[in-house]
């Protein structure tokens, strides 16, 4: 069952803002929100993750709505190296919960 | 670096031929997860470890087993490779006990079936 809904696809300008949206309507209060990145032909990659507020750190900044049914990861400055395909995972946050993966959003940043 | 290793990266078997994928780790992290990924498609959890304690996925084939004889090595084997196995396996881990569950993910192993 997908728990979360995220664009196919998006383009983003280098050295611009990128903003990528997730859905996630159907949230559990205990549930996390989870961002992770694969860059072509490497393993998955932790962006960042949050619960209700929003978080920033080195890489990104991860905004979640009051309601907590959306979210958007925001790279600040996209390089080309940012073109990877983003994930949005919600998860509770207590031990051993596997990460379960849905499509993901396939970044383009254009030079 | 402490790291997430898998070997070899990239793998070619034989159809029916029984091949095993290893994972090893030297974050001490006490669960170990191994994922299947094909083409153009999202990782799909086969299985994972905590600790010793095994979960298998209620539709990963039997056809994949996997062991992990101590904290540091995880291996999957696939006892008759179909040519639907051909795939990139992702091994990753997680450490139980923190603050912060994120999963560790290593390179990959591109298994290629004849």
């Known amino acids: 069952d997908a728990k979360t809904t995220q664009p196919t696809s998006m383009d983003c300008a280098e050295g611009r803002a990128a903003n990528l949206p997730c859905n996630h309507s159907?949230?559990?209060?205990?549930?996390?929100v989870y961002w992770y990145r694969q860059i072509h032909s490497q393993g998955p990659q932790y962006i960042i993750h949050?619960?209700?507020n929003n978080e920033t750190n080195e890489m990104a900044s991860l905004i979640i709505t009051e309601d907590r049914k959306s979210s958007t990861l925001i790279l600040p400055h996209a390089t080309l190296r940012d073109t990877a395909v983003y994930y949005c995972i919600v998860r509770v946050d207590s031990g051993n919960t596997p990460l379960v993966f849905g499509k993901g959003t396939r970044l383009s940043v254009i030079a | 670096d402490a790291m997430v290793i898998q070997n070899p990266r990239y793998q070619v078997t034989q159809f029916g031929k029984p091949v095993t994928l290893s994972c090893s780790q030297t974050?001490?992290?006490?669960?170990m997860y191994w994922y299947q990924q094909k083409s153009s498609q999202a990782p799909k959890l086969l299985f994972h470890y905590y600790d010793k304690d095994f979960n298998n996925e209620a539709d990963t084939p039997d056809n994949f087993q996997s062991r992990r004889p101590n904290t540091s090595f995880c291996f999957l084997d696939i006892r008759s490779p179909g040519l639907g196995d051909a795939a990139m396996y992702l091994c990753a881990t997680s450490r139980v006990g923190t603050a912060a569950y994120e999963q560790y993910f290593g390179p990959g192993t591109r298994l290629t079936v004849t």
């Open positions: 974050l001490n992290h006490n669960v």
């Open positions: 159907t949230i559990s209060g205990n549930e996390y």
């Open positions: 949050g619960l209700k």
